[in-house]
């Protein structure tokens, strides 16, 4: 504003001096008359005016441009400075907020009574989303514990009431750590909460360490103190500062402190000198060897081990007691001298490398055994030196790869438990070489010649091998126990008896276990005990004959003989046969007698009486039906086919009742063959083809290609298949079926019949194998009740057993389970 007044007083001095048409410079340095300027000041004034306003205006104009540059040269400057102080600023918004989202931190500003400003992360609060993370930041006790929160509350209001600032602690619900720092700044409230858990979790883990080191400085000391070598640390000048109680108990001082404060030295001066030496040399070398030292210990000399070294806070040290070891040095010595006259006179080659492979000891047996000089051996030369002058010598066992053959020789010296091996030598010599690694390294060896214990191992072992052999051959079963109770040799046939696999005879097991295993065999007790006495007894070793039997009828003679050393040999001998027709002869001879008497009389009575009148009929209706005698009408035709079917029936019937009757007197004997299964069903479906073709009843065979044979009666094997098969088909109704199956596994062959009918009630299923027991079951079949019966007797006599299932509507099927063995002498039935 004073700019402008300036300009406007000059602009107005100078149109007044050219209005009046006077030179300014000279109305200044020549002042004119006062009635001159008047008259000419009239005269010009109306010239001038025009001229005055011309320049004024002139000078107006560039004066007010020259004012215009100069204030848009300084707003230049001044917009330039602003744009440079706005760029600070933006750098220092965004430095700021860098730091404050630098780490986990909410700033709360508060202007007056108005509403606070949230910068940071709002999220700080324990479950806070950023859609209510404002309003929920502010409610501390949703996020605080209570204590925590109602303090909190507290100090905010008191900062927005007079600005007092704060400092807390505080710990959110979920256990997290908050910083809650509170302040005035320019009339504001400020609220700075910063998570602080990590630095909380790092000072107890600083606090935690503390405490474990100054525990494992107390244990430290316990032990130091525990111990009984004596142990001291000194400062930087040299003086103690600490002892453990041996070093009290050394230097007799009666307390730590007494010891400390006295500077009682364990040590002299001229050995604390010579330690400070040795230990300049140490550390130059870098060597840590202790010195042995004299010293008084309570109150007696001693030979002392003395370690020292620095630490960074001074000097620490320890003193072992060696005093012991000189004598206990000399009484190793005279042991080891007394051990090497031991190993001088032992027939055991031994020699003792050291851990450079140099001979140190060797023995006269070794000096012997190789043929070394003397000399050689005392110039105590490699182990690789001696095996190769050996095979120089030829005296090694002979190697295609000399080389790696003494490497793995010399290996042992690596080794960590001892090597046994064997060295077979040029002149026939077998040697057992053990290799036998020393504590403080090296190796001994142990070289034993075991050739004549070899001959005789072997001629020993061939001679076993021949009367093992010879008594495995043997059909009768031999076994052989040792003194000590177990069995030391069972043949095949031992092993096949008593069925005993190779890997229980290979454990050796004792005679209780054979025993045990041969009785679920022969379970009888008393044969065993005597045979248990035979081989375990001590007072008297007498020979020993039994009799066992075995569940399936075998009879043994068993016989038990001492052998020499303890031994005993155990036979056994089947007497089965010879049993056999003893109790045949003894004990059945009676009633064998009487029966046969009675069976005779009732057979030879049927067999004349019913079957000689049949064979009549059926021979004389079959003539009648050849028309050999004259031609027949249709109706005679008729009746003699009925004649025909009622007489082979008859004869069925009593043939049934016959073979009844001999197995019940046990005279019906099985004719065991080796049977052929297909075939055997083949012929059963032959004999009822007719029947099967006159009924329109279906017959189906489920018999595999690879059913094989089993060892059975043919002849009765067919029978029971017949008499199921026309059993079957009697309870059939036209257009069913009826079904063969037949199955084979490792053990047993299994016959079935399954027919469609309608099947039978439990209560008549029950009574269906009883001899005359026939139910129709409301169809045309009809008989006397032998067929199922004779199925059952015949399958039994064979060892097996017969299974019914039926179920009223859902047919029957029969199964006929034979077991599988191998071919046995005939045997009765009764047997």
């Known amino acids: 504003m004073r700019v402008y007044r300036t300009v406007h007083a000059v602009v107005c001095t100078g149109s007044l001096v050219v209005a009046m048409g006077v030179n300014p410079v000279l109305a200044v340095e020549a002042p004119m008359d006062p009635a001159a300027f008047a008259a000419g000041f009239g005269q010009h004034t ?77 999220g700080l609060a324990d479950g806070r989303r950023h859609g209510d993370g404002e309003s929920g930041l502010l409610a501390f006790s949703a996020w605080l514990h209570v204590g925590d929160a109602q303090t909190l509350d507290t100090a905010v209001e008191t900062l927005r009431a007079r600005g007092t600032g704060f400092r807390l602690s505080l710990r959110t619900q ?14 504001r ?51 103690l500062n600490w002892v453990n109680t041996a070093y009290v108990a050394a230097v007799e001082a009666g307390t730590r402190e007494a010891a400390v404060a006295g500077g009682l030295e364990l040590l002299d001066r001229q050995a604390r000198d010579l330690i400070a030496r040795e230990d300049g040399k140490r550390l130059a070398t ?35 007691d060696v005093s012991e070891l000189e004598s206990v040095r000399a009484d190793l010595q005279r042991q080891m001298d007394a051990n090497v006259r031991t190993l001088d006179q032992l027939p055991t080659a031994v020699a003792m490398f050291d851990a450079r492979q140099r001979l140190i000891f060797h023995n006269a047996a070794y000096r012997h055994l190789w043929g070394l000089d003397q000399a050689f051996l005392e110039s105590r030369p490699l182990d690789g030196e001696i095996l190769d002058r050996l095979r120089a010598l030829r005296k090694l066992p002979e190697q295609a790869d000399f080389k790696s053959w003494k490497a793995d020789v010399l290996a042992a010296y690596r080794a960590v438990e001892a090597n046994e091996g064997w060295w077979y030598l040029p ?45 495995d051959t043997l059909k009768e079963p031999v076994a052989v126990f040792g003194a000590d109770g177990r069995l030391t040799f069972a043949n095949r046939a031992f092993a096949t008896l008593w069925r005993f696999d190779a890997a229980t005879l290979t454990e050796r097991p004792r005679v209780d276990a054979v025993i045990a295993a041969c009785r679920v065999l022969s379970p009888d007790e008393e044969p065993w005990l005597d045979i248990r006495g035979a081989i ?109 079917r009622s007489s082979g029936a008859l004869l069925v019937m009593i043939n049934d009742i016959l073979d009844l009757a001999s197995i019940d007197a046990g005279s019906l004997e099985l004719s065991r063959e080796v049977v052929d299964v297909r075939a055997t069903v083949d012929a059963a479906v032959r004999g009822l083809e007719d029947r099967l073709s006159d009924s329109a009843i279906g017959l189906d065979l489920d018999v595999p290609d690879d059913i094989g044979s089993f060892v059975a009666d043919g002849k009765r094997i067919r029978q029971i298949l017949f008499n199921l098969l026309s059993n079957a088909v009697g309870f059939s109704t036209p257009g069913q079926h009826v079904r063969v199956e037949v199955r084979r596994s490792s053990s047993e062959l299994t016959l079935a019949v399954i027919d469609q009918g309608q099947g039978m009630p439990p209560e008549v299923a029950a009574r269906v194998f009883d001899r005359f027991e026939s139910n129709t079951l409301g169809t045309r079949h009809r008989g006397v009740g032998l067929g199922l019966s004779i199925v059952r007797s015949f399958v039994e006599l064979h060892g097996g057993h017969v299974v019914l299932d039926s179920m009223p509507g859902a047919g029957t099927r029969v199964t006929c389970i034979f077991p599988i063995t191998e071919p046995t002498p005939r045997r009765a039935a009764a047997e």
């Open 189 to 239: 409230a400020l609220l700075r909460l910063r998570e602080t858990t990590e630095e909380h979790r790092e000072l107890l883990d600083l606090r935690l360490t503390l405490d474990e080191a100054k525990r494992g400085l107390v244990a430290l000391g316990s032990l130091l103190d525990a111990i009984p070598q004596p142990v001291w640390r000194r400062n930087r000048e040299g003086l």
């Open 46 to 122: 109306h010239n001038a005016a025009g001229l005055a306003i011309l320049i004024g205006l002139t000078v107006f104009s560039t004066i007010l441009s020259l004012l215009h540059m100069r204030e848009r040269g300084r707003w230049t400057r001044r917009e330039r400075d602003l744009m440079t102080e706005l760029g600070m600023l933006r750098g220092a918004h965004d430095r700021a907020d860098m730091l404050l989202n630098s780490e986990r931190q909410v700033i709360v500003t508060w202007l007056g009574r108005g509403d606070p400003t949230i910068e940071g992360d709002v």
């Open 427 to 471: 002149d026939g010599r077998s040697l057992r070489v053990v290799a036998d690694p020393n504590p403080q390294g090296g190796l001994t060896y142990l070289f034993d010649d075991v050739s004549e214990n070899m001959k005789l191992e072997s001629r020993y072992n061939a001679l076993m091998r021949v009367q093992a052999e010879t008594l």
């Open 536 to 644: 375990t007894g001590l007072e008297s070793r007498a020979g020993l004959t039994c009799r066992l039997e075995i569940v399936d009828g075998t009879v043994l003679d068993c016989a038990a003989q001492p052998l020499p050393e303890g031994a005993t040999l155990l036979t056994l001998i089947d007497v089965t046969a010879s049993v056999n027709v003893e109790r045949a002869l003894t004990d059945k001879n009676d009633a064998l007698e009487r029966t046969s008497r009675l069976r005779d009389t009732f057979v030879n009575h049927v067999s004349y009486e019913l079957r000689s009148p049949l064979t009549n009929i059926i021979g004389f209706t079959q003539l009648l039906g050849d028309e050999t005698v004259g031609a027949l009408n249709e109706r005679q035709r008729e009746y003699s086919g009925h004649i025909m």
């Open 286 to 320: 870098g060597g840590r060897a202790a010195l042995r030292l004299s010293a008084v210990v309570a109150g007696g000399r001693r030979i002392l081990d003395v370690t020292e070294t620095a630490v960074e806070s001074g000097r620490v040290g320890i003193a072992v």
């Open 174 to 187: 979920s256990g997290r750590f908050i910083d809650a720092h509170g302040q005035a700044l320019s009339g």
